[in-house]
C-alpha cells in the first residue's frame, strides 16, 4: 500500500508561485504514473496534470498549460507541482494521485488513480 502526502500549498497573491510536493511512503516504487487534480468548492476534481513514471512524458489540463510543470525525483519518492504565473480560479484543494495497479485508462481520467492523498488548499487572491 502507498500512502502520498501533499504539502507546499497556501495564501498567495495572483501572478506569485507556489510549488507542491506529493511524498509517497509505504510500499514505494517510482514505477508508477502520478497526477495532480484539483477541486473548487462546488465543483467537480478536474485534472491538472499527470506524469508517467520516468518523467518522460508530461500532460496538462489547457488551463494550466505553459504557467504549470509536473516533476519527480524518484530518488525521494516525491513529485512536484511547479505553478507559476497563479489567477484566482486556481483556487482549489489539489490532490496528487498515483496508479499503482498500472491502469490503461487515460491520464486525465480519474479512475486511472488509485491513491489518492488528503489535498492540500492552495488560495489565490487578486
Known amino acids: 500500500q502507498v500512502q502520498l502526502v501533499e504539502s507546499g500549498g497556501g495564501l498567495v497573491q495572483a501572478g506569485g508561485s507556489l510549488r507542491l510536493s506529493c511524498a509517497a511512503s509505504?510500499?514505494?516504487?517510482?514505477?508508477?504514473?502520478v497526477g495532480w487534480f484539483r477541486q473548487a468548492p462546488g465543483k467537480e476534481r478536474e485534472f491538472v496534470s499527470a506524469i508517467t513514471w520516468s518523467g518522460a512524458i508530461t500532460y496538462y489540463a489547457d488551463s494550466v498549460k505553459g504557467r504549470f510543470t509536473i516533476s519527480r525525483d524518484n530518488a525521494k519518492n516525491t513529485v512536484y507541482l511547479q505553478m507559476n504565473s497563479l489567477k484566482p480560479e486556481d483556487t482549489a484543494v489539489y490532490y496528487c494521485a498515483a496508479d499503482t495497479r498500472y491502469s490503461n485508462a487515460y491520464y486525465y481520467r480519474i479512475d486511472k488513480y488509485n491513491c489518492w492523498g488528503q489535498g492540500t488548499q492552495v488560495t489565490v487572491s487578486s
Open positions: 509505504g510500499r514505494t516504487s517510482s514505477s508508477y504514473a
